[in-house]
Structure formats: structure tokens, C-alpha cells
């Protein structure tokens, strides 16, 4: 089990901070609960049973599951060990989730105490309360024989051999070995003992060199895909892992002109992982981009835009834009991918909660690249790429908002936010134009949040224009509901959990 993080000074809490603690335990309100860990008030023996209560009432959505969870883990075990009853009392082998949470707590809190309950719940426990049981046993030595068994079970096959590997015995050593001796590398995919993991990069290394003095297509494409998954699970932040990936694109660009299916499916593995190391590591991706299938030529593209100044991205990768290229060939597939890759991070601004990460990546790209999306009469990227305000941009957004004005607002958003965020000279008319659409609309359509956030980009006067559209009449509910809730957060609030 991982060891529990707790604040070194805890005090009584005020009535107001109780009463905090409180609402955001009642509203799922995560990030609050977890301001007040960090400052270390959230301990007091009055929150006591609202805790395990948030456990008991947990419906188990997202929000809620992430808030049981970091109550569970970081929040209860830090009262009392003599909580350690009142936790039991709740504790049930079967039921809902939350129960694999109170038997983790129950093991944190007493391990010795605890541990026939964990052979007690493999017996009887419901399918998550089994797992919370093996994670347990990690920490008892003894308990190897019982792992084994449910090694061999499907579901719990993988969180058994995570705990064998950290048992750190001579026997579980012996069974890890066995399993890498009989290429069940999957068996070790969670494997944290270091004497395993250099037995697994040596049989890597091995078969780097087999791949290298092999000349049957077949008996390569099968070291290949051996290869492959052992790659996958060797991954860590090792020097080591770092050169058995370079090695394993030198031979896999090698090989790449027989064109194996097998060769080329390893090599967008090792190209994907590669892409997501340190700088000096990604970046031999670009060297090699031209032996990457051309269906996966986004992994090179993403690696350039992440890595490379804008300016070197643009004269790097815009001679691989064809325009007149048919999407079937090697250029189109390339083409694609490398289109796809410039609006990859942009196209977050439909996803709120990285809304202001995609509008931040719209700035570091080179103004070249509006010429291409021109030139590739390519609407979507375009809209994306206003922010670098191509002189045929102000005529080409009014245009296409006019074509679009009878289409769903939904439809036409990202073209008024295309007008705000390249400072149309008619974004605030026409901004304020959608919203009264919106607000005199018989459909239902609640969705204002991305639509307001607009206004942290228009002039001052634009939230008391909307505030007077709610004067009419005819506005409808949602309307007078969601304006004044969004127009009174600020705009760093936005995306908030609570404001979701």
C-alpha cells in the first residue's frame, strides 16, 4: 500500500471551517476538500461521522467516486486508530464500492488486525472488495500462496501479480522469473521489483539482437511482436528504457521497407512512447518521420509541435501539406494527420475543462500556418486557427456567418468565438445577437457556460447588454437561471468542479 501523506500540524477547526468542510462534502465539492488538506484544517472529531458518511452516500459517479476516494485515503486514516471500529461496523463483503474503500482504511489503520478480514474477503467480498483485499495482502509476506491462486483468475490475474511483485520474497522472485521465462510478460506489466525489471530489459536487448540476424520475414514478424508487448511493459523512467526504445526504432526503421504489418504496428507503439519522453528522446521521432506509416504520421507532427520552436515546426512539417493529394495516398494520409495534429489540442475547446488549454495552444503556432488552412479551404481549421488573423479572415468569418445564420447555435459557435477571439470588429454585435437567440428560444438549451466565458475576451459593457436581455418578456428559464449564475463568477472560476 501506498504510504499516507499527512499533515504535520493539525488543529481545531472554526465553526466556519467546519461548516466548509461540510458544504463541500454535501456538494462533492473535491477541490475545496482538498485546499483544506493542504492547509491542514480538515481534522476535527465533529466532522468524524460526515465523513464516513460521505462514503455511506456515495452514488459512485465521478465526482463522487473521486471524493469517497480521497476521503478514504487521505482524510480518515489520519484520526485515531480507536475510528477503527466505527469504520468496521459499516464494513459489509458485498454492496457497493465504498466498502473496498473502508477495507483499505481498515488495513491502514490496523494491518495485523486486519489481516484475516482480507482472507475472509476473497472468500466472500463482491468483485471490488476482492481487489482492495489482494492490494492488502502486498503488504504481508506470507500471503504469496493466496496471490498465486488468484493469479490464475482472469479479472484479478493482473492485481495479483502488482502485489506478488511487491512482496519482495525469494519466492515471489521465483514465480515473477518463471513468468518471464514463459513470455507472459503481461504477468509483469505492474512489476516494481528492480532485479525483475533488468531481467526484462535484458530479454529485450536479446531480442533486439535476434531481430537484427534474422532473415525469415516470419520468425521476425514473431520477434517483433514479442518485442513489442515486452516493450509496453518494461516502461519507466530508466536511462535504460530510454535506450531500448531508441534501439527498437533504429530496427524497426531498418525494416520498414518489407512493409510487415507487424514491423509497422511496433513502430507506432514504440513511436507513441518515444513521443511522451524527455525532449532529447522525442525529438529522434522527427528524425526517422518519414518511415512512420502515414496513418500515424500525427505522432511526428505532435512531437514537432510540442518540441520545436514554431518557426522550425512550420519549415519541418508544411511541406508534408498537399492540398490537391487524394486522401487515399501516401501524401493524403500524411496530409490528414498532420492537419489533425494542428487542431489535436485546439478542438479541446469543446471539452470545458480545457477550454483555456486549447486557447493557449492556438498562440504558439507559426502565422503560416492560416496560409495552409487557407489553401486547404479547410473551415474547421481555420476557425481554429483565427487567433493568427490571416488578412482574408475578417471577409471569410463574416461570410460564414452569414451562411450559417439560420443553423443551430451550437453550429455557429465556433464561428462567433472564432470573431471574438480574432477581434472581428463585429463580434460584440453578433455575440450579443447569438445570446438573445438563445434567451427568447422555445428549445430547450441551457449550455451558456462556453458561450459567457466569451465575454473574457469582448469589452466591459458586454455583461450589463446581457444582463438586459433578461428585461424581455419572452426570455425563457433557462435563460434567467444560468446568465446571472455565470455572470457572477469570475472567469478563473469557470471551469471549476464546483461550477461544473
Not at 504510504?3 to 465539492?29: F, G, M
Not at 489540442?345 to 469543446?350: F, G
Amino acid at each position: 500500500m501506498n504510504e499516507l501523506s499527512v499533515p504535520k500540524t493539525l488543529s481545531k477547526l472554526t465553526r466556519d471551517e467546519i461548516a466548509e468542510i461540510q458544504t463541500a462534502l454535501s456538494n462533492c465539492d473535491l477541490a475545496s476538500l482538498e485546499k483544506a488538506y493542504k492547509r491542514s484544517r480538515f481534522a476535527d472529531s465533529r466532522l468524524k461521522a460526515h465523513y464516513l458518511r460521505a462514503l455511506n452516500e456515495a452514488n459512485w459517479d465521478n465526482d463522487q467516486r473521486d471524493l469517497a476516494t480521497f476521503v478514504a485515503e487521505k482524510i480518515i486514516p489520519t484520526f485515531s486508530p480507536r475510528i477503527y471500529d466505527e469504520v468496521l461496523r459499516d464494513f459489509k463483503f458485498s454492496g457497493n464500492p465504498s466498502n473496498a474503500l473502508r477495507l483499505s482504511i481498515l488495513h491502514r489503520l490496523n494491518p495485523t488486525r486486519t489481516k484475516p478480514l482480507l482472507a475472509e474477503a476473497l472468500e466472500k467480498g463482491s468483485f471490488s472488495v476482492k481487489i482492495a483485499a489482494i492490494e492488502c495482502l502486498s503488504d504481508h509476506a506470507d500471503s504469496f500462496d493466496l496471490l498465486v491462486r488468484y493469479s490464475g483468475k482472469r479479472d484479478f490475474a493482473s492485481y495479483a501479480n502488482k502485489s506478488i511483485s511487491r512482496l519482495g520474497t525469494t519466492q515471489s522472485k521465483e514465480f515473477l522469473i518463471q513468468k518471464l521465462e514463459n513470455g507472459d510478460y503481461y504477468a509483469l506489466k505492474q512489476c516494481n521489483d528492480k532485479s525483475i525489471s533488468k531481467l526484462m530489459f535484458q530479454r529485450a536487448e536479446h531480442l533486439l539482437g535476434e531481430i537484427a540476424e534474422e532473415d525469415s520475414k516470419s520468425k521476425r514478424d514473431m520477434l517483433f511482436q514479442e518485442l513489442g508487448l515486452l516493450t509496453r511493459v518494461c516502461e519507466d523512467n530508466s536511462a535504460k528504457f530510454d535506450r531500448l526504445l531508441l534501439g527498437c526504432l533504429k530496427s524497426a526503421t531498418a525494416l520498414k521497407s518489407g512493409s510487415e504489418d507487424i514491423v509497422a504496428c511496433t513502430l507506432v507503439d514504440i513511436a507513441g512512447m518515444i513521443g511522451l519522453r524527455k525532449k532529447s528522446i522525442a525529438l529522434r521521432i522527427i528524425e526517422v518521420r518519414d518511415a512512420i506509416p502515414p496513418e500515424e504520421f500525427g505522432i511526428a507532427a505532435d512531437v514537432g509541435r510540442k518540441h520545436l520552436p514554431p518557426s522550425k515546426f512550420f519549415d519541418v512539417f508544411s511541406p508534408y501539406s498537399n492540398p490537391r493529394a487524394k486522401r487515399s495516398t501516401v501524401e493524403g494520409k500524411r496530409d490528414g494527420e498532420l492537419f489533425n495534429s494542428l487542431s489535436r489540442e485546439l478542438s479541446k475547446l469543446w471539452r470545458y475543462t480545457d477550454f483555456q488549454a486549447g486557447r493557449k495552444e492556438k498562440a504558439k503556432l507559426d502565422p503560416r500556418w492560416a496560409d495552409l488552412a487557407f489553401k486547404q479551404k479547410d473551415d474547421d481549421l481555420i476557425l481554429e486557427l483565427a487567433n493568427l488573423k490571416h488578412p482574408q479572415l475578417a471577409n471569410y468569418l463574416t461570410k460564414l456567418l452569414n451562411a450559417h445564420l439560420k443553423k443551430d447555435l451550437f453550429d455557429l459557435f465556433p464561428i462567433i468565438e472564432a470573431m471574438v477571439r480574432s477581434k472581428h470588429a463585429d463580434a460584440p454585435e453578433e455575440f450579443v445577437s447569438a445570446i438573445r437567440r438563445k434567451a427568447l428560444s422555445k428549445k430547450f438549451d441551457p449550455d451558456y457556460q462556453r458561450w459567457l466565458y466569451l465575454l473574457k475576451d469582448l469589452p466591459k459593457s458586454m455583461p450589463q447588454k446581457v444582463l438586459y436581455l433578461l428585461d424581455d418578456p419572452k426570455c425563457n428559464q433557462e435563460a434567467h437561471e444560468q446568465i446571472p449564475k455565470w455572470l457572477s463568477l469570475p472567469f478563473d472560476e469557470y471551469f471549476g468542479v464546483a461550477a461544473l
